[in-house]
């Protein structure tokens, strides 16, 4: 089955760190660029972070540069999202996707040619 799968939600504290993974199960993700996306409560998603296929470009939201870090590792065809000095305001639904066109963009949900079902990340103050 082809799919993307997230993990390493929870819950933590303010200033706290969490890192989520999102593998790829019955493909690579060797030529896919990757793209964090959130959702909270009542709220739009918005994109966090992206990696493209070759390594060389990161993307990050304003609201998270200098607290996550994206990046991939090619062996375990997994892509990682570091989360450090967590906030409230993170508090959301954490989805991957993956385009086959390599590049780093934030799009539509049918930009996209694999998405996860998402992991909860809750931030407590």
């Known amino acids: 089955q082809v799919q993307l799968v997230e993990s390493g939600g929870g819950l933590v504290q303010s200033g706290g760190s969490l890192r989520l993974s999102c593998a790829a199960s019955?493909?690579?993700?060797?030529?896919?660029?990757i793209v964090w996306f959130r959702q909270a409560p009542g709220k739009e998603r918005e994109g966090v972070s992206c990696?493209?296929?070759?390594?060389?470009?990161?993307l990050y939201a304003d609201s998270v540069k200098g607290r996550f870090t994206i990046s991939r590792d090619k062996a375990k065809s997994t892509v990682y999202l570091q989360m450090n000095s967590l906030e409230p305001e993170d508090t959301a639904v954490y989805y991957c996707?993956?385009?086959?066109?390599?590049?780093?963009?934030?799009?539509?949900?049918?930009?996209?040619?694999?998405w996860g079902q998402g992991t909860q990340v809750t931030v407590s103050s």
């Open positions: 996707a993956a385009d086959s066109r390599g590049v780093c963009f934030y799009g539509l949900e049918k930009d996209y040619d694999y």
């Open positions: 990696i493209n296929n070759l390594f060389s470009t990161t």
């Open positions: 019955g493909f690579t993700l060797d030529s896919y660029a």
